[in-house]
C-alpha cells in the first residue's frame, strides 16, 4: 500500500539549507545530494517503518541518509500520511536541533 509523503515547511527550509550550503562548493554534488534525499524519502511511501523509533519522543521515527543526514518523520495512520518533520546533518550543533 502507498502512503502519502508531506515535508512540513521546517523540514522543506532543511533540505534547501543542506543543498545550499553544499552547493556553495560543489554545486553538481549539491544537486545529486538533494535528489538522493528526495529520493530516500520517497521510500517512505512502501516502507514507512524504515525508520527506528526515536528514544523520549513517542511518534517519531529517524531514518539514516548515509553518512550524515537524519530525517525524522512521523506516521499517521488515519491519513494514511508520512510527514517529514525534518532534514538534519549530523554535523551540526545538536543544541540547534529540536523536533517539532
Known amino acids: 500500500m502507498v502512503w502519502r509523503i508531506a515535508l512540513n ?3 522543506d ?3 534547501e539549507h543542506v543543498v545550499a550550503f553544499l552547493a556553495q562548493k560543489n554545486p553538481a554534488a ?3 545530494l ?5 529520493e530516500t524519502i ?5 516502507f514507512t517503518n524504515r525508520g527506528v523509533a526515536v528514544r523520549r519522543r513517542p511518534g517519531f521515527r529517524r531514518l539514516l541518509h548515509r553518512p550524515w543526514y537524519l530525517i525524522f518523520y512521523r506516521i499517521n495512520e488515519a491519513q ?4 517529514i518533520v525534518r532534514i538534519w546533518d549530523a554535523r551540526q550543533d545538536p543544541a540547534m536541533f529540536a523536533l517539532g
Not at 538533494?34 to 528526495?38: E, F, P, Q
Not at 494514511?80 to 510527514?83: F, G, K, N
Open 34 to 38: 538533494g535528489l538522493k534525499l528526495v
Open 13 to 15: 527550509l532543511d533540505l
Open 30 to 32: 549539491a544537486e545529486r
Open 80 to 83: 494514511h500520511l508520512v510527514e
Open 42 to 46: 520517497f521510500s517512505l511511501e512502501h
Open 9 to 11: 515547511e521546517r523540514a
